[in-house]
């Protein structure tokens, strides 16, 4: 069972940066996307941005110029720095790994992200 670890959420001021961890651990297959999701009061949840392991990014259009995700294969994270943020940025935000061409997805707890303006 593959377990995600979330971490580095908080309060910003608009403007500020925040980096966001996640660490995955147990039985995970090689070939994988990991990624940010993010979901906040009365919206669905949303692509923040993903990375496969030779690492193609892909990013929504609200955050491209602002964030960057990165990952370390050889210990299974992957992080995202968000610079700029703006009070929409303000929500849950979700780490997510799935295997390409298939239903296999796991999900982190979540971690809050509070920017205030």
């Known amino acids: 069972q593959v377990q995600l670890v979330e971490s580095g959420g908080g309060l910003v001021q608009a403007g500020g940066s925040l980096r966001l961890s996640c660490a995955a651990s147990?039985?995970?297959?090689?070939?994988?996307?990991m990624g940010w999701y993010r979901q906040a009061p009365g919206k669905q949840r949303e692509l923040v941005a993903d990375?496969?392991?030779?690492?193609?990014?892909n990013y929504a259009d609200s955050v491209k110029g602002r964030f960057t995700i990165s990952r370390d294969n050889a210990k299974n994270t992957v992080h995202l720095q968000m610079n700029s943020l703006k009070a929409e940025d303000t929500a849950v935000y979700y780490c997510?790994?799935?295997?390409?061409?298939?239903?296999?997805?796991?999900w982190g707890q979540g971690t809050q992200v509070t920017v205030s303006s």
């Open positions: 997510n790994l799935k295997i390409p061409n298939s239903a296999y997805q796991r």
């Open positions: 147990g039985n995970i297959f090689s070939i994988n996307v």
């Open positions: 990375i496969t392991r030779a690492g193609s990014t």
